[in-house]
């Protein structure tokens, strides 16, 4: 259906934004109604691709005349809905500005475009012996914006930190089309950090300093198997509890491995409950000195099998399950939705009896991913779509599991953000005066609410609406939209 406004903004945006950089086809927009959570879906209005930063604040600017709300979005994969576009709004797409703009390796440091992959930055300095440290799963097609948005996470962030530990400087479109610099160096708030994990509620990145690591001198990784999950939870702990920090330390359960081994035959040990992988980096006396102590502790506490990767083709091997055991689970299940909570290290144990509780109470099979090292859960719950009732089963299975992961003090979200998904878990976390306070910074960023609105909380507000923040005509109440906000 035509909508006037979107049709007379599109006609703005042909005019300002280079050939092809404008879609309207619904054919083509399609292409865009989701991302890596793809029960939520939405058409989006308009879909732009600009090529530059001043295309990006033009057409943020033009969003900002006509009252329309925009969403940003990278590669798409987001895992919750965090890039769901609106049907009344402009997805705002920066697949084409993906140029490494500066390599400065005496201050080890890259400049780069948004649109740019996680991956192709290590690449981009990886001969001269740099990296660039957070390793999201989704590493290869995942854009550094979209990391930015959702400071992202992955297996050797227990070591090395998450991605607001890795960002020096970013260039924002602010939600009313202004270009701001904002620097780790900047005295005063740290409105940088703000900015990391506000999953595009503060405005556009579109240039990201990101901070290169040296390659360390020496890896070690190995591969245990435990009969049982337990097992493998109290080698974490003594590893840890030993004043051991390994670059990742990851587990998988026996559901996990068995979709692992179904979808990339990764060949971990036959009859293993769960499988721990840990890896070892920086100098190499240190990595030998901590590897003894690593391999002492899991035969201690019950490891059946030790693998030791010799080559950079083992631990490429080592690694293939845990890399792909999202994917692979749909090989053992219709449908699954991949959960993401956290709790403290030591409650693990109780928190996945609690899970397994769960999955007899409402016959629902749950695969267990996790990077044990921090806390951080995935649990994958299993479902069949074309069977009665058993999709709301599972959503109540998961939904449980972030109740379990809040009563034993932990969090909602260890990486994957809130987005759409998660936004009525919020008052579960926070009080109501909690979600007003961060309403207050979303609304210094952006008053009119036009940036990325309907995510992170539960029970969007306008901005005039919360305690303390000037009041006005929104845009969207103007143009009689408020309702789908
Ligand atoms: C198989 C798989 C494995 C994954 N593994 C991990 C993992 O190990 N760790 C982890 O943390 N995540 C993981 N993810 C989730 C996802 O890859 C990350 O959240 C990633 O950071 C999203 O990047 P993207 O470019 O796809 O962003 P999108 O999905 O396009 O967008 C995500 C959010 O960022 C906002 N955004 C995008 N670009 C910008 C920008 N330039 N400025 C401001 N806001 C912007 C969007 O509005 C949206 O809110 C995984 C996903 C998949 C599918």
């Not at 270009?179 to 780790?184: D, H, K, M």
């Not at 890896?279 to 003894?292: I, K, N, T, W």
């Not at 069977?387 to 260890?414: K, N």
Request: hydrophobic letters at 40%; charged letters at 20%.
């Amino acid at each position: 259906m035509s909508d006037p406004v979107l049709d007379r903004l599109a006609v703005r945006f042909e005019e300002l934004l280079p050939a092809g950089a404008v879609i309207t086809d619904p054919v083509r927009l399609r292409t865009y109604e989701c991302d890596g959570l793809t029960h939520h879906r939405a058409m989006p209005g308009i879909v732009v691709l600009p090529e530059t930063a001043e295309q990006v604040a033009a057409a943020v600017r033009l969003c900002g005349e006509y009252g329309v709300p925009f969403v940003a979005r990278g590669s798409g994969t987001g895992l919750s809905g965090g890039a769901l576009p609106r049907t009344d709004g402009v997805l705002i797409v920066t697949s084409r500005m993906r140029r490494i703009l500066e390599i400065d390796l005496p201050n080890r440091r890259a400049v780069v475009e948004p649109g740019v992959t996680n991956l192709a930055i290590t690449e981009a300095v990886r001969e001269q012996g740099y990296y660039y440290a957070p390793d999201p799963s989704s590493q290869q097609v995942c854009s550094i914006g979209g990391n930015v948005a959702e400071n992202a996470g992955g297996a050797h962030c227990l070591k090395y930190g998450f991605t607001v530990n890795h960002i020096l400087g970013l260039e924002i479109v602010t939600p009313d089309g202004e270009i701001v610099e904002l620097s780790a160096l900047d005295p005063g708030y740290d409105l940088l950090g703000a900015f990391v994990g506000s999953e595009g509620t503060l405005g556009i990145a579109t240039k990201i300093t990101v901070r290169l690591s040296r390659t360390p001198e020496a890896v070690t990784t190995l591969l245990a198997a435990f009969g049982s999950i337990e097992g493998g939870g109290e080698a974490v702990s003594a590893i840890i509890a030993a004043g051991i920090v390994p670059a990742a330390i990851e587990m998988m359960d026996a559901l996990a491995v068995e979709a692992a081994e179904a979808a990339v035959g990764c060949a971990y040990p036959e009859g293993a409950g769960a499988v721990l992988i840990v890896e070892l980096d920086g100098p190499r006396a240190e990595v030998e000195h901590q590897f003894a102590a690593v391999e002492r502790i899991c035969r201690e506490t019950g490891a059946f099998e030790i693998r030791v990767a010799a080559s950079a083709e083992e631990r490429a091997a080592i690694w293939k399950g845990r890399k792909s055991a999202f994917a692979a689970v749909g090989r053992i299940s219709p449908a699954y939705i991949v959960q993401d909570g956290v709790v403290p290290r030591t409650a693990l144990p109780e928190v996945l009896a609690g899970i397994d509780r769960l999955q007899e109470e409402y016959g629902i099979r749950v695969a267990n991913v996790f990077h044990a090292g921090d806390g951080n859960l995935h649990p994958l719950v299993l479902f069949d779509d074309a069977a009665p009732g058993e999709g709301e089963r599972a959503a109540t299975v998961s939904g449980r599991i972030l109740d379990l992961c809040i009563e034993h003090g932990g969090s909602i979200t260890g990486e994957h953000g809130v987005g759409v998904d998660k936004s009525r878990y919020m008052p579960k976390m926070f009080t109501e005066e909690d979600l007003d306070t961060m309403q207050l910074v979303r609304c210094a960023f952006d008053p009119r609410s036009l940036s990325n609105p309907g995510k992170v909380f539960p029970t969007p507000r306008l901005c005039g609406e919360v305690p303390g923040v000037r009041k006005g005509v929104h845009p969207l109440v103007e143009s009689g939209r408020a309702e789908q906000f």
